[in-house]
């Protein structure tokens, strides 16, 4: 990617960990809060840093060119250096691996949970600041405000903590280099957060005020919450449409599902290319918005769509639904068909079709137990949820 000459910061965005607690099919950083992957709005605020840095992000080792692809379209990307690897098997050591990376001219190192995508850039650069003034430590962390009790851990409260002296610590947490690689050094066990390390290793680490933006999203309810934060409209401006679409199989056609080219796959007869799954998405947005159908809008005779890809049809009912005053809330579509199988390039598919529409769009795949034309193999069938919001 492109290179920034001499940054004195870096920042080290930890994606690697499976988010088991989160119960998601994709890791936890590529699962998509209101349309784009945690990932890259965590690196929104990392982008829109007032001093130039170097960027190193960990991902799991089947993500690094996902990762990179994603990296190119957030804003800002063009004019920072930054790193995609492969992260460790904890958080400690996917931030060890990361050290491991700095570029000579780096004197300040701040590390980030991807998991935290909506930090506001301004914490970045106050943390930054505080490490480059105090030449120590500093984390952002908010005060704690329910009465914390220390139990025997079987239930039991053995006694009430004084939590005026408590702190939530968030991320980034900044640090000087040569305290956190010696400290990631001198580590002989595991640590929550690079705080801990860092004390551990003797060195003073400071929390100056966080943001309540800054939560971590940990669990299905902190997605949502996140999510809410993006989509808040009267109820009366919501509006939801289905859409189907149907094409059988033809073995001389080459196969396009969900915006993506299937190499080795049948393909699917229609005028344009038969993706059944962006036709019935077009289908909800055009029908949640009372703008018509795919026939109506996309004429067979209108030549622009003569063998057109999905992303087309997309792109354009997403314009009509925004000249109509709408926005897309979330498209969810079920894929019913013996083949191709659709949980091998899910979450490609979910990425393409979320930045074509700039929603989340989620992905499901079902066969029909042999019944039926999809379970004769005849061809592919998909049906699409899709919810829009009338813009005020
Ligand atoms: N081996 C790991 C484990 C975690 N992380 C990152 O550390 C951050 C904070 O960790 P956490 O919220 O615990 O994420 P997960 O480990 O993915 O979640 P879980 O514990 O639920 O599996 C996340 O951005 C996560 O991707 C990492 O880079 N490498
Ligand atoms: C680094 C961290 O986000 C600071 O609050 C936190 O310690 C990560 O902990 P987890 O157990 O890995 O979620």
Known sequence: MSTTIDPRVAVIVVGAGSGTRLGRNEPKAFVPLAGRPNLSRALDAVFAMAEPA???????????????????????????????????????ESVAAALALLQPSVDVVLVHDAARPLTPSAIFDSVAAHV???????????????????????????????????????????????????????????????????????????????????????????????????????????????GTDVHAYDETKPLWLAGLYWPDEVGLRGHSDGDVVSHAICDALLSAANLGDLGSVFGTSDPRFA????DVF?????????????????????????????????VEAESLLSSVLGATVSLAGTTTDALG?????????????????ARN
Request: charge should be neutral; proline fraction near 5%.
């Open 132 to 242: 480059h003034s105090t030449g120590a430590g500093v984390v952002p962390g908010l005060p704690v405000t329910d009465t914390i009790k220390r139990t025997d851990g079987n239930g039991q409260i053995v006694e009430t903590v004084d939590r005026s002296v408590l702190a939530a610590v968030q991320t980034p947490q900044g640090f000087p280099r040569a305290q956190l690689v010696a400290a990631h050094e001198a580590a002989n066990r595991e640590f929550t957060d690079d705080a801990a390390v860092v004390a551990a290793a003797g060195y003073p680490v400071a929390v100056i005020p966080g943001d309540h933006l800054s939560f971590k999203i940990t669990t299905a309810w902190e997605l949502r919450r996140a999510e809410q934060l993006f989509t808040t409209p009267a109820a009366s401006d919501i509006r939801v449409g289905t």
């Open 54 to 92: 170097q960027v190193i992000v960990t991902v799991p080792s089947s993500f690094v060119e996902i990762a990179e692809q994603l990296i190119r379209e957030v804003p800002g990307a063009e004019s920072r250096a930054t790193t995609v690897i492969v992260g460790g098997s904890t958080r400690q």
């Open 373 to 389: 034309f999809t379970g004769r193999g005849e061809g592919v069938a998909a049906i699409a949820t899709a919810l829009v919001r």
């Open 314 to 346: 997309l792109r354009e009912a997403l314009r009509l639904l925004q000249d109509a005053g709408f926005e897309v809330g979330n498209v969810a579509v079920q894929i019913i068909g013996i083949r191709p199988i659709v949980s091998r390039r899910r």
């Open 307 to 310: 063998e057109a890809h999905g």
